[in-house]
Protein backbone atom coordinates (compact mmCIF):
# COMPACT_ATOMS: atom_id res chain seq x y z
CA UNK A 1 0.00 0.00 0.00
CA UNK A 2 3.17 2.37 0.26
CA UNK A 3 2.51 3.63 -3.57
CA UNK A 4 -0.82 4.51 -2.81
CA UNK A 5 -2.71 7.34 -0.45
CA UNK A 6 -5.87 6.33 0.25
CA UNK A 7 -8.56 8.91 -0.25
CA UNK A 8 -11.97 7.99 1.18
CA UNK A 9 -13.99 4.49 1.84
CA UNK A 10 -16.63 4.54 -0.73
CA UNK A 11 -18.36 0.91 -0.55
CA UNK A 12 -18.52 -2.34 1.40
CA UNK A 13 -20.20 -5.19 1.01
CA UNK A 14 -20.25 -9.38 0.81
CA UNK A 15 -16.48 -8.99 -0.68
CA UNK A 16 -14.94 -6.41 1.61
CA UNK A 17 -14.53 -2.60 1.47
CA UNK A 18 -13.99 -1.01 -1.63
CA UNK A 19 -11.54 1.81 -1.05
CA UNK A 20 -10.65 5.41 -3.36
CA UNK A 21 -6.96 5.71 -3.31
CA UNK A 22 -4.50 8.00 -5.03
CA UNK A 23 -1.31 6.34 -6.93
CA UNK A 24 2.06 8.23 -5.81
CA UNK A 25 3.74 6.98 -8.59
CA UNK A 26 1.13 8.52 -11.91
CA UNK A 27 -1.15 10.66 -9.79
CA UNK A 28 -4.33 8.84 -10.96
CA UNK A 29 -7.01 8.42 -8.94
CA UNK A 30 -8.29 4.49 -8.60
CA UNK A 31 -10.62 1.89 -6.30
CA UNK A 32 -9.09 -0.99 -4.26
CA UNK A 33 -11.24 -3.62 -2.95
CA UNK A 34 -9.73 -4.89 0.33
CA UNK A 35 -10.63 -8.54 1.30
CA UNK A 36 -9.86 -9.89 4.46
CA UNK A 37 -8.16 -13.17 3.64
CA UNK A 38 -6.60 -13.98 7.31
CA UNK A 39 -9.52 -16.18 8.19
CA UNK A 40 -10.05 -18.05 5.18
CA UNK A 41 -8.97 -21.82 4.70
CA UNK A 42 -5.70 -22.40 2.50
CA UNK A 43 -8.57 -24.06 -0.28
CA UNK A 44 -10.39 -20.37 -0.40
CA UNK A 45 -7.24 -18.57 -0.23
CA UNK A 46 -6.40 -20.38 -3.50
CA UNK A 47 -10.01 -20.09 -4.56
CA UNK A 48 -9.14 -15.91 -4.19
CA UNK A 49 -6.30 -15.85 -6.04
CA UNK A 50 -7.53 -17.86 -8.84
CA UNK A 51 -10.28 -15.17 -9.06
CA UNK A 52 -8.16 -12.37 -9.22
CA UNK A 53 -6.25 -13.93 -11.65
CA UNK A 54 -9.69 -14.63 -14.28
CA UNK A 55 -10.26 -10.64 -13.11
CA UNK A 56 -6.75 -10.09 -14.66
CA UNK A 57 -7.49 -11.68 -18.13
CA UNK A 58 -10.63 -9.47 -17.91
CA UNK A 59 -10.09 -7.17 -21.19
CA UNK A 60 -12.98 -5.16 -22.36
CA UNK A 61 -13.68 -1.56 -22.83
CA UNK A 62 -17.06 -2.47 -21.22
CA UNK A 63 -15.54 -3.87 -18.07
CA UNK A 64 -13.86 -1.91 -15.23
CA UNK A 65 -10.44 -2.47 -16.01
CA UNK A 66 -7.43 -4.24 -13.43
CA UNK A 67 -4.78 -2.89 -12.64
CA UNK A 68 -2.84 -5.54 -9.85
CA UNK A 69 -3.15 -7.25 -6.57
CA UNK A 70 -1.04 -7.90 -3.84
CA UNK A 71 -1.46 -8.82 -0.02
CA UNK A 72 -0.29 -7.48 2.85
CA UNK A 73 -1.35 -8.09 6.20
CA UNK A 74 -3.95 -10.53 5.93
CA UNK A 75 -6.02 -9.24 3.55
CA UNK A 76 -5.87 -9.17 -0.60
CA UNK A 77 -5.97 -6.10 -2.27
CA UNK A 78 -7.01 -5.56 -6.12
CA UNK A 79 -6.48 -2.05 -7.55
CA UNK A 80 -9.22 -1.14 -10.34
CA UNK A 81 -9.49 1.64 -12.43
CA UNK A 82 -12.13 4.58 -10.54
CA UNK A 83 -14.66 5.73 -12.80
CA UNK A 84 -15.71 9.09 -11.86
CA UNK A 85 -19.66 9.48 -13.27
CA UNK A 86 -20.80 7.28 -10.47
CA UNK A 87 -22.99 4.09 -10.69
CA UNK A 88 -26.05 3.69 -12.01
CA UNK A 89 -27.94 3.43 -9.62
CA UNK A 90 -26.97 6.91 -8.43
CA UNK A 91 -27.57 8.26 -11.93
CA UNK A 92 -31.40 6.64 -12.31
CA UNK A 93 -32.26 8.38 -8.86
CA UNK A 94 -30.79 11.67 -10.03
CA UNK A 95 -33.97 11.36 -12.51
CA UNK A 96 -36.23 12.24 -10.19
CA UNK A 97 -38.82 10.72 -11.87
CA UNK A 98 -37.90 11.85 -15.19
CA UNK A 99 -38.10 8.73 -17.65
CA UNK A 100 -34.58 8.57 -19.64
CA UNK A 101 -35.07 8.66 -23.07
CA UNK A 102 -35.24 4.96 -25.28
CA UNK A 103 -32.18 5.44 -26.98
CA UNK A 104 -30.54 6.17 -24.04
CA UNK A 105 -31.86 3.28 -22.09
CA UNK A 106 -30.74 1.40 -25.07
CA UNK A 107 -27.29 2.36 -25.67
CA UNK A 108 -26.20 1.73 -21.77
CA UNK A 109 -27.82 -1.82 -22.30
CA UNK A 110 -25.71 -2.69 -25.21
CA UNK A 111 -23.03 -2.11 -23.30
CA UNK A 112 -24.24 -3.93 -19.98
CA UNK A 113 -24.70 -6.78 -22.73
CA UNK A 114 -21.23 -6.79 -24.84
CA UNK A 115 -19.43 -6.83 -20.82
CA UNK A 116 -21.98 -9.82 -20.28
CA UNK A 117 -21.23 -11.33 -23.28
CA UNK A 118 -17.40 -11.32 -22.41
CA UNK A 119 -17.97 -13.07 -19.07
CA UNK A 120 -20.05 -15.50 -20.23
CA UNK A 121 -18.46 -16.27 -23.22
CA UNK A 122 -15.45 -17.71 -20.95
CA UNK A 123 -17.80 -19.81 -18.87
CA UNK A 124 -17.82 -17.21 -16.35
CA UNK A 125 -20.74 -16.08 -13.59
CA UNK A 126 -21.05 -12.30 -12.74
CA UNK A 127 -23.57 -13.44 -9.88
CA UNK A 128 -23.78 -9.77 -8.74
CA UNK A 129 -25.50 -7.97 -11.71
CA UNK A 130 -27.38 -5.16 -10.21
CA UNK A 131 -27.28 -1.16 -10.64
CA UNK A 132 -24.67 -0.35 -8.05
CA UNK A 133 -22.19 -2.44 -9.75
CA UNK A 134 -22.81 -0.24 -13.40
CA UNK A 135 -20.72 2.66 -13.15
CA UNK A 136 -20.15 5.35 -16.02
CA UNK A 137 -16.59 6.75 -17.19
CA UNK A 138 -16.13 10.42 -17.42
CA UNK A 139 -17.01 10.37 -21.31
CA UNK A 140 -20.26 8.33 -20.45
CA UNK A 141 -19.09 4.66 -21.34
CA UNK A 142 -20.83 2.33 -19.43
CA UNK A 143 -18.66 -0.55 -17.14
CA UNK A 144 -19.93 -3.24 -15.54
CA UNK A 145 -17.70 -4.01 -12.21
CA UNK A 146 -17.38 -5.79 -9.35
CA UNK A 147 -16.02 -9.18 -9.61
CA UNK A 148 -15.53 -9.96 -6.59
CA UNK A 149 -17.66 -12.84 -6.21
CA UNK A 150 -17.54 -14.11 -9.98
CA UNK A 151 -16.78 -17.99 -9.97
CA UNK A 152 -15.49 -19.59 -12.90
CA UNK A 153 -17.24 -23.02 -14.52
CA UNK A 154 -14.75 -25.55 -15.16
CA UNK A 155 -16.91 -27.32 -17.02
CA UNK A 156 -19.73 -26.08 -19.47
CA UNK A 157 -22.10 -28.40 -17.06
CA UNK A 158 -20.95 -27.23 -13.91
CA UNK A 159 -23.40 -24.85 -11.70
CA UNK A 160 -22.29 -22.80 -9.05
CA UNK A 161 -25.27 -23.37 -5.94
CA UNK A 162 -25.40 -20.39 -3.66
CA UNK A 163 -27.41 -17.69 -3.28
CA UNK A 164 -25.53 -14.35 -3.24
CA UNK A 165 -27.22 -11.37 -4.74
CA UNK A 166 -28.57 -8.46 -3.98
CA UNK A 167 -32.61 -9.08 -2.86
CA UNK A 168 -34.00 -7.00 -5.48
CA UNK A 169 -32.58 -9.04 -8.42
CA UNK A 170 -32.73 -12.65 -7.13
CA UNK A 171 -34.56 -14.62 -10.46
CA UNK A 172 -37.06 -17.48 -9.25
CA UNK A 173 -35.16 -20.23 -9.63
CA UNK A 174 -32.35 -19.03 -6.78
CA UNK A 175 -35.66 -18.35 -4.35
CA UNK A 176 -36.44 -21.94 -4.88
CA UNK A 177 -33.15 -22.63 -3.86
CA UNK A 178 -31.99 -24.48 -7.46
CA UNK A 179 -28.52 -23.74 -8.50
CA UNK A 180 -27.42 -20.72 -10.08
CA UNK A 181 -26.79 -20.97 -13.70
CA UNK A 182 -26.10 -17.82 -16.53
CA UNK A 183 -29.49 -17.30 -17.38
CA UNK A 184 -29.92 -16.19 -13.35
CA UNK A 185 -27.62 -13.44 -14.62
CA UNK A 186 -30.01 -12.97 -17.27
CA UNK A 187 -32.80 -12.60 -14.96
CA UNK A 188 -30.93 -9.84 -13.38
CA UNK A 189 -29.99 -8.01 -16.43
CA UNK A 190 -33.60 -7.80 -16.79
CA UNK A 191 -34.18 -6.20 -13.50
CA UNK A 192 -31.70 -3.31 -14.27
CA UNK A 193 -33.53 -2.60 -17.75
CA UNK A 194 -36.75 -2.78 -15.67
CA UNK A 195 -34.84 0.12 -13.40
CA UNK A 196 -33.76 2.37 -16.09
CA UNK A 197 -37.22 2.03 -18.04
CA UNK A 198 -39.20 3.10 -14.52
CA UNK A 199 -36.69 4.24 -12.39
CA UNK A 200 -38.35 1.31 -9.71
CA UNK A 201 -37.15 -2.11 -8.79
CA UNK A 202 -39.40 -4.12 -10.83
CA UNK A 203 -40.08 -6.60 -7.54
CA UNK A 204 -40.67 -4.52 -4.24
CA UNK A 205 -42.06 -5.67 -0.53
CA UNK A 206 -41.99 -4.62 3.15
CA UNK A 207 -40.34 -8.05 3.84
CA UNK A 208 -38.03 -10.33 2.70
CA UNK A 209 -40.94 -13.29 2.45
CA UNK A 210 -43.28 -10.75 0.65
CA UNK A 211 -40.54 -10.15 -1.87
CA UNK A 212 -39.42 -13.80 -2.65
CA UNK A 213 -43.34 -14.45 -3.26
CA UNK A 214 -43.65 -11.39 -6.05
CA UNK A 215 -40.26 -12.92 -7.79
CA UNK A 216 -41.60 -16.58 -7.67
CA UNK A 217 -45.08 -15.45 -9.19
CA UNK A 218 -42.95 -13.18 -11.93
CA UNK A 219 -45.32 -10.43 -12.25
CA UNK A 220 -44.68 -6.71 -12.22
CA UNK A 221 -46.24 -3.55 -13.25
CA UNK A 222 -46.08 -2.58 -16.85
CA UNK A 223 -44.11 -0.62 -18.89
CA UNK A 224 -44.91 2.62 -19.95
CA UNK A 225 -46.27 2.59 -23.55
CA UNK A 226 -43.90 4.82 -24.09
CA UNK A 227 -41.23 3.07 -25.23
CA UNK A 228 -41.33 0.19 -28.38
CA UNK A 229 -43.32 -2.49 -28.58
CA UNK A 230 -39.50 -4.45 -29.25
CA UNK A 231 -38.06 -3.04 -25.50
CA UNK A 232 -41.02 -4.01 -23.77
CA UNK A 233 -41.22 -7.32 -25.12
CA UNK A 234 -37.08 -8.00 -24.80
CA UNK A 235 -38.36 -7.07 -21.33
CA UNK A 236 -41.11 -9.54 -20.91
CA UNK A 237 -38.82 -12.33 -22.35
CA UNK A 238 -35.78 -11.57 -19.79
CA UNK A 239 -38.54 -12.04 -17.26
CA UNK A 240 -39.56 -15.33 -18.09
CA UNK A 241 -40.40 -17.58 -14.55
CA UNK A 242 -38.13 -20.26 -16.46
CA UNK A 243 -34.47 -19.93 -16.88
CA UNK A 244 -34.91 -22.34 -20.00
CA UNK A 245 -37.17 -19.90 -21.43
CA UNK A 246 -34.71 -16.47 -21.34
CA UNK A 247 -32.90 -15.93 -23.95
CA UNK A 248 -28.84 -16.12 -23.62
CA UNK A 249 -26.86 -12.52 -23.65
CA UNK A 250 -25.63 -13.66 -27.43
CA UNK A 251 -29.03 -13.93 -28.64
CA UNK A 252 -30.21 -10.55 -27.14
CA UNK A 253 -27.32 -8.83 -29.14
CA UNK A 254 -28.61 -10.69 -32.51
CA UNK A 255 -31.55 -8.66 -32.32
CA UNK A 256 -31.94 -6.06 -35.16
CA UNK A 257 -32.79 -3.64 -32.91
CA UNK A 258 -29.92 -4.18 -30.64
CA UNK A 259 -27.16 -5.15 -32.88
CA UNK A 260 -27.39 -2.27 -35.15
CA UNK A 261 -26.05 -0.33 -32.09
CA UNK A 262 -22.97 -2.56 -31.07
CA UNK A 263 -20.74 -1.26 -33.40
CA UNK A 264 -21.20 2.52 -31.69
CA UNK A 265 -19.57 0.94 -29.01
CA UNK A 266 -16.31 -1.47 -30.35
CA UNK A 267 -13.77 -1.36 -32.87
CA UNK A 268 -14.39 -3.18 -35.81
CA UNK A 269 -11.41 -5.63 -34.95
CA UNK A 270 -12.92 -6.18 -31.34
CA UNK A 271 -16.39 -7.09 -33.23
CA UNK A 272 -14.23 -9.67 -35.10
CA UNK A 273 -12.51 -10.92 -31.83
CA UNK A 274 -16.09 -10.90 -29.79
CA UNK A 275 -18.31 -11.95 -32.15
CA UNK A 276 -16.00 -14.77 -33.93
CA UNK A 277 -15.08 -16.46 -30.18
CA UNK A 278 -18.43 -17.88 -30.03
CA UNK A 279 -18.68 -18.75 -34.02
CA UNK A 280 -15.81 -20.51 -34.30
CA UNK A 281 -15.79 -22.47 -30.26
CA UNK A 282 -19.48 -23.88 -32.03
CA UNK A 283 -18.57 -25.47 -34.90
CA UNK A 284 -14.59 -26.28 -33.62
CA UNK A 285 -12.70 -25.32 -36.21
CA UNK A 286 -9.26 -24.67 -35.63
CA UNK A 287 -7.01 -21.54 -36.99
CA UNK A 288 -4.68 -22.01 -39.33
CA UNK A 289 -1.97 -19.32 -39.41
CA UNK A 290 -2.25 -16.94 -42.02
CA UNK A 291 0.17 -16.40 -44.89
CA UNK A 292 2.97 -13.89 -44.98
CA UNK A 293 2.60 -11.20 -47.88
CA UNK A 294 5.56 -12.13 -51.07
CA UNK A 295 8.33 -9.93 -50.70
CA UNK A 296 7.76 -6.88 -52.46
CA UNK A 297 3.84 -7.43 -52.22
CA UNK A 298 2.14 -4.78 -50.45
CA UNK A 299 0.10 -5.80 -46.89
CA UNK A 300 -2.86 -4.27 -48.39
CA UNK A 301 -2.90 -5.36 -51.30
CA UNK A 302 -2.26 -9.05 -50.23
CA UNK A 303 -5.45 -8.69 -48.35
CA UNK A 304 -7.72 -7.28 -50.82
CA UNK A 305 -6.46 -10.66 -52.91
CA UNK A 306 -7.91 -13.51 -50.35
CA UNK A 307 -11.60 -14.37 -50.60
CA UNK A 308 -13.52 -12.46 -47.87
CA UNK A 309 -15.93 -15.76 -46.76
CA UNK A 310 -16.55 -13.67 -42.98
CA UNK A 311 -18.01 -10.62 -41.69
CA UNK A 312 -14.71 -10.54 -39.98
CA UNK A 313 -12.09 -10.39 -42.68
CA UNK A 314 -12.61 -7.13 -43.73
CA UNK A 315 -11.48 -5.92 -40.38
CA UNK A 316 -7.87 -7.54 -41.20
CA UNK A 317 -8.57 -10.86 -38.44
CA UNK A 318 -7.18 -14.10 -40.20
CA UNK A 319 -10.25 -15.92 -41.17
CA UNK A 320 -8.54 -19.21 -42.79
CA UNK A 321 -9.86 -22.56 -41.43
CA UNK A 322 -9.50 -26.20 -41.82
CA UNK A 323 -12.14 -28.69 -41.36
CA UNK A 324 -11.17 -31.72 -40.21
CA UNK A 325 -10.56 -34.56 -43.16
CA UNK A 326 -10.69 -31.77 -45.71
CA UNK A 327 -8.02 -32.43 -48.76
CA UNK A 328 -6.00 -29.17 -49.56
CA UNK A 329 -7.92 -25.54 -49.06
CA UNK A 330 -6.38 -24.15 -52.49
CA UNK A 331 -7.37 -27.21 -54.94
CA UNK A 332 -8.42 -25.81 -57.77
CA UNK A 333 -11.66 -27.80 -59.49
CA UNK A 334 -11.93 -28.15 -63.19
CA UNK A 335 -14.72 -26.35 -64.99
CA UNK A 336 -17.23 -28.43 -66.38
CA UNK A 337 -18.24 -28.80 -69.68
CA UNK A 338 -21.96 -27.80 -69.58
CA UNK A 339 -20.44 -23.92 -66.89
CA UNK A 340 -20.68 -21.07 -68.91
CA UNK A 341 -17.45 -19.83 -70.10
CA UNK A 342 -18.22 -15.90 -68.73
CA UNK A 343 -20.10 -15.99 -65.26
CA UNK A 344 -22.62 -13.80 -64.48
CA UNK A 345 -20.87 -11.35 -61.57
CA UNK A 346 -22.23 -11.67 -58.22
CA UNK A 347 -23.04 -8.65 -56.35
CA UNK A 348 -20.97 -7.81 -53.73
CA UNK A 349 -23.05 -7.98 -50.10
CA UNK A 350 -22.15 -7.07 -47.02
CA UNK A 351 -22.62 -10.12 -44.60
CA UNK A 352 -23.17 -7.46 -41.60
CA UNK A 353 -26.04 -5.27 -43.57
CA UNK A 354 -27.29 -8.60 -44.57
CA UNK A 355 -27.52 -10.39 -40.73
CA UNK A 356 -29.13 -6.96 -39.54
CA UNK A 357 -32.13 -6.91 -42.25
CA UNK A 358 -32.84 -10.04 -41.52
CA UNK A 359 -33.52 -9.23 -37.90
CA UNK A 360 -35.18 -6.23 -38.69
CA UNK A 361 -37.33 -8.21 -40.96
CA UNK A 362 -37.63 -11.55 -38.43
CA UNK A 363 -39.13 -8.17 -36.02
CA UNK A 364 -41.13 -6.68 -38.61
CA UNK A 365 -43.02 -9.84 -39.09
CA UNK A 366 -43.57 -10.93 -35.56
CA UNK A 367 -44.79 -7.39 -34.85
CA UNK A 368 -47.25 -8.12 -37.85
CA UNK A 369 -48.34 -11.47 -36.21
CA UNK A 370 -49.07 -9.29 -32.61
CA UNK A 371 -51.47 -6.93 -34.50
CA UNK A 372 -53.10 -9.99 -36.56
CA UNK A 373 -53.28 -11.39 -33.06
CA UNK A 374 -54.63 -8.40 -31.36
CA UNK A 375 -57.26 -7.52 -34.15
CA UNK A 376 -58.66 -11.46 -34.30
CA UNK A 377 -59.15 -11.52 -30.63
CA UNK A 378 -61.34 -7.95 -30.58
CA UNK A 379 -63.22 -9.78 -33.82
CA UNK A 380 -64.03 -12.12 -31.97
CA UNK A 381 -64.85 -9.84 -28.57
CA UNK A 382 -67.17 -8.00 -30.70
CA UNK A 383 -68.73 -11.39 -32.25
CA UNK A 384 -69.49 -12.81 -29.10
CA UNK A 385 -71.22 -9.49 -27.58
CA UNK A 386 -72.83 -9.44 -30.69
CA UNK A 387 -74.28 -12.89 -29.91
CA UNK A 388 -75.04 -12.06 -25.99
CA UNK A 389 -77.14 -8.97 -27.48
CA UNK A 390 -79.20 -11.16 -29.75
CA UNK A 391 -79.87 -13.97 -27.09
CA UNK A 392 -81.14 -11.09 -24.48
CA UNK A 393 -83.50 -9.61 -27.53
CA UNK A 394 -84.96 -12.45 -28.24
CA UNK A 395 -85.44 -13.92 -24.27
CA UNK A 396 -87.03 -9.92 -23.79
CA UNK A 397 -89.49 -11.02 -26.84
CA UNK A 398 -90.06 -14.57 -25.18
CA UNK A 399 -91.06 -12.36 -21.89
CA UNK A 400 -93.36 -9.99 -23.61
CA UNK A 401 -95.09 -12.92 -25.68
CA UNK A 402 -96.18 -14.92 -22.37
CA UNK A 403 -96.96 -11.69 -20.44
CA UNK A 404 -99.72 -10.98 -23.25
CA UNK A 405 -100.84 -14.72 -22.88
CA UNK A 406 -101.55 -14.75 -19.53
CA UNK A 407 -103.36 -11.06 -20.06
CA UNK A 408 -105.42 -12.77 -22.46
CA UNK A 409 -106.55 -16.37 -20.80
CA UNK A 410 -107.61 -13.24 -17.33
CA UNK A 411 -110.12 -11.24 -19.89
CA UNK A 412 -111.31 -14.35 -21.14
CA UNK A 413 -111.80 -15.83 -17.66
CA UNK A 414 -113.60 -12.97 -16.32
CA UNK A 415 -115.72 -11.97 -19.75
CA UNK A 416 -118.94 -14.49 -18.63
CA UNK A 417 -119.36 -13.23 -14.74
CA UNK A 418 -118.33 -9.20 -14.85
CA UNK A 419 -115.93 -10.03 -12.13
CA UNK A 420 -111.77 -9.65 -12.31
CA UNK A 421 -110.49 -12.48 -10.43
CA UNK A 422 -106.94 -10.97 -10.06
CA UNK A 423 -107.40 -7.28 -10.08
CA UNK A 424 -104.30 -5.43 -10.92
CA UNK A 425 -103.00 -3.35 -7.79
CA UNK A 426 -100.54 -0.25 -8.59
CA UNK A 427 -99.48 0.09 -5.61
CA UNK A 428 -98.46 -3.15 -4.69
CA UNK A 429 -97.37 -4.80 -7.98
CA UNK A 430 -93.69 -3.23 -8.88
CA UNK A 431 -94.11 -3.20 -12.33
CA UNK A 432 -97.89 -2.26 -12.95
CA UNK A 433 -97.47 0.03 -15.65
CA UNK A 434 -96.14 -2.72 -18.28
CA UNK A 435 -98.71 -5.67 -16.66
CA UNK A 436 -101.61 -2.83 -17.88
CA UNK A 437 -99.98 -2.66 -21.09
CA UNK A 438 -99.33 -6.11 -21.39
CA UNK A 439 -103.62 -6.52 -20.32
CA UNK A 440 -104.87 -4.03 -22.60
CA UNK A 441 -102.93 -5.59 -25.73
CA UNK A 442 -104.46 -9.36 -24.93
CA UNK A 443 -107.59 -7.71 -24.48
CA UNK A 444 -107.65 -5.53 -27.96
CA UNK A 445 -105.94 -8.42 -29.97
CA UNK A 446 -109.02 -11.46 -27.89
CA UNK A 447 -111.86 -8.56 -29.45
Do not use: N
Given at each position: MEKYVRLQKIGEGSFGKA???????????????EINISRMSNKEREESRREVAVLANMKHPNIVQYRESFEENGSLYIVMDYCEGGDLFKRINAQKGILFQEDQILDWFVQICLALKHVHDRKILHRDIKSQNIF???????????FGIARVLN???EL??????????LSPEICENKPYNNKSDIWALGCVLYEMCTLKHAFEAGNMKNLVLKIISGSFPPVSLHYSYDLRNLLSQLFKRNPRDRPSVNSILEKGFIAKRIEKFLSPQLIAEEFCLKTFSKFGAQPVPAKRPASGQSLASFVS????TKPAAKYGVPLTYKKFGDKKLHEKKPLQKHKQAHQIPVKKVNPGEERRKMFEEAARKRRLEFIEKEKKQKDQISLMKAEQ??????ERLERINRAREQGWRNVLSTGGSGEVKDPVNLKEDPEPQMRIAVLADAFIAAW
Open positions: ILVKSTEDGRQYVIKLTKDGTIQLGDSTVARTCIGTPYYAQKIMKRQEK
